[in-house]
């Protein structure tokens, strides 16, 4: 329950402050790109659940709703914008949303794509799928695109362990670190 009281406070704090760069990103999203500013994902929550995950979007519309590192030239589908959005994770603001309405919290594992059937099942194995999936998590902090998915499940299943309210604000305070100095984006 404090968990849950912590998510809703910091996302409602955040979406406070973070209101008129929201709405001078969404602009910039669809006056350098055609469609919507948002692109609405679908997501496996917990317990396998799908859920509808807004994000900026930083691709063309029509791109195949696939894992980034599937697609053969990922830069090649970028919007102008997109590249920065992603590096900078501001592409994932719009998840503010999925945390207020208790799809996803701060921390977790971060939401496997509908179709990333070999991710679903290895966390399923590990019991990661009983936990809420987080805007960043203990792999995002620990190589984030970089690392194999064994090595994400891994990773998720040692937070499952160790999941507690100051080891989010120890993963949140990493995220913010990571963000900062960019690393471990690959496109």
């Known amino acids: 329950m404090s968990k849950r009281i912590f998510d809703v406070c910091l996302a409602l704090l955040i979406a406070a402050c973070a209101l008129v760069p929201v709405l001078l990103i969404a602009l910039a999203v669809r006056l350098t790109s055609r469609g919507p500013a948002l692109y609405w994902s679908d997501r496996v929550g917990k317990n396998n659940i799908l859920f509808k995950m807004p994000k900026f979007r930083s ?4 791109t195949p709703a696939v894992a980034t590192h599937l697609l053969q030239n990922p830069e090649s589908v970028l919007t102008p914008i997109g590249s920065f959005l992603r590096k900078s994770s501001l592409d994932e603001i719009p998840q503010l949303w999925s945390i207020l309405r208790g799809d996803m919290s701060f921390v977790g594992p971060r939401p496997a794509l509908f179709n990333q059937d070999d991710l ?7 019991g990661v799928d009983k936990l809420l999936p987080g805007l960043t998590g203990w792999a995002q902090v620990n190589g984030r695109d970089s690392l194999a998915i064994p090595e994400k499940v891994e ?7 160790r999941q507690s309210l100051w080891f989010d604000m120890q993963v949140i305070w990493l995220t913010f670190l990571r963000v900062i100095q960019r690393e471990d984006v690959l496109h």
């Not at 691709?59 to 029509?62: D, S, V, Y």
């Open 59 to 62: 691709m063309r519309w029509g």
């Open 155 to 161: 990773l998720d299943q040692q937070y499952l362990v």
């Open 120 to 126: 679903i099942e290895l966390r399923r194995q590990a």
